[in-house]
């Protein structure tokens, strides 16, 4: 049954990650050093494309509203939230250097940018991690595990055990709503 063949390959996916003791190290790198970026009065700012972009918004807003805990609003955001900025920076220059151009418009030193691609060879996304560099900023990437030359870019890589673009966003959210429960734990409790 197919149903049955989705949820086993979802729980297989979750399960090597609970069994990695690497994946989980670095999924708690991730978490302190956004705790570290808002402790120092910096941000996070988000990118990815099409379900990666959802998630990204989705992210953004666990920690720029609240998770689990009435507290003060975190800066967050993801990079394709104004799309007449993202449209007309798109056709002024092109789609590829859309991300780049708002990350330098609103990054700097000390921020964070987390990238998210299922696939890891989104140019657009590629460039926001170069200029992400060029600022100074720290650069988590989340991506299915085939992506190596899209992790070697980032200070702090996530990779989720599959090839299959459903099962890694299911595990991109897992993975994210961990980060953002934890973050407002260590900011909050």
Known sequence: MIIKQSIEQHLNCINTILQSESKLSTIQTSIDMIVSAYQ??????????????ADSEHLAAELSGR??????????????N?????????????????????LEAKGQQ??????????????NVNNAISKAKELGMKII?????????????????????????ARI?????????????????????
């Not at 000390?110 to 140019?123: E, H, K, Q, V, W």
């Not at 989340?142 to 299959?164: R, Y």
Request: charged content about 20%; hydrophobic content about 35%; proline content about 3%.
């Open 67 to 80: 998770f689990k805990i009435d507290r003060r609003p975190l800066n967050a955001d993801a990079l394709h």
């Open 141 to 165: 990437t989340i991506s299915g595990d085939s992506a190596t030359d899209f992790h070697n870019k980032s200070d702090v890589s996530i990779l989720i055990p599959s090839t299959d673009t």
């Open 40 to 53: 120092n009065n910096h941000k996070v700012l988000f990118c990815g494309n099409g379900g990666s972009a």
């Open 110 to 123: 000390g921020d964070i940018l987390i990238a998210i691609s299922t696939s890891g060879r989104s140019p």
């Open 82 to 102: 104004n799309g007449s900025a993202l449209t007309a920076i798109s056709n002024d220059y092109s789609y590829e250097d859309a991300y780049a151009r708002l």
């Open 169 to 189: 966003q299911e595990a991109y959210m897992l993975i994210g709503h961990i980060i953002c429960e934890q973050v407002e734990h260590k900011l909050f409790a």
